[in-house]
């Protein structure tokens, strides 16, 4: 575990995931609200899954999926908005990057999350999306 001013960084635990559903609401990512069980198993099954706590409260957190040695996969990452511009989300990041060292990190960012990114010496790339029903 890390600490991060009063926040802990430290795996997921199922016992999270009702903090996590509420984020996801928060921030208007309606595809995994609605797909809540599916959502939920995804956290369940991720080999790189984090939150960063305070008092016992899910400030934050990061879902990735990784082979430990090329790529890490930045599934999800989302800040609490009240706990936003503490520097959680680049501890989370930090903290995952120290445990997976050869990795490079890969995600997708909206408009709104580029400058946090780009801030963070993240550079773009082209990339592609599609689910089985498109």
């Not at 501890?91 to 050869?102: D, M, R």
């Amino acid at each position: 575990m890390e600490s991060v001013n009063a926040f802990i960084i430290r795996r997921y635990e199922e016992r999270d995931f009702p903090a996590i559903h509420e984020l996801n609401k928060a921030e208007g990512w309606n595809n995994l609200v609605e797909k809540h069980e599916d959502t939920k198993e995804a956290w369940k099954h991720s080999n790189a899954a984090f939150v960063a706590e305070m008092e016992g409260a899910v400030a934050g957190c990061l879902r990735g999926l990784t082979d430990g040695h090329i790529t890490f996969y930045i599934a999800e990452l989302l800040i609490h908005p009240e706990w936003r511009g503490q520097g959680i989300g680049k501890q989370l990041l930090s903290h995952v990057h120290s445990l997976y060292p050869k990795t490079r990190f890969e995600l997708l960012a909206s408009q709104t999350s580029r400058s946090f990114y780009e801030a963070l010496g993240y550079r773009a790339f082209y990339g592609f999306r599609k689910t089985i029903e498109e």
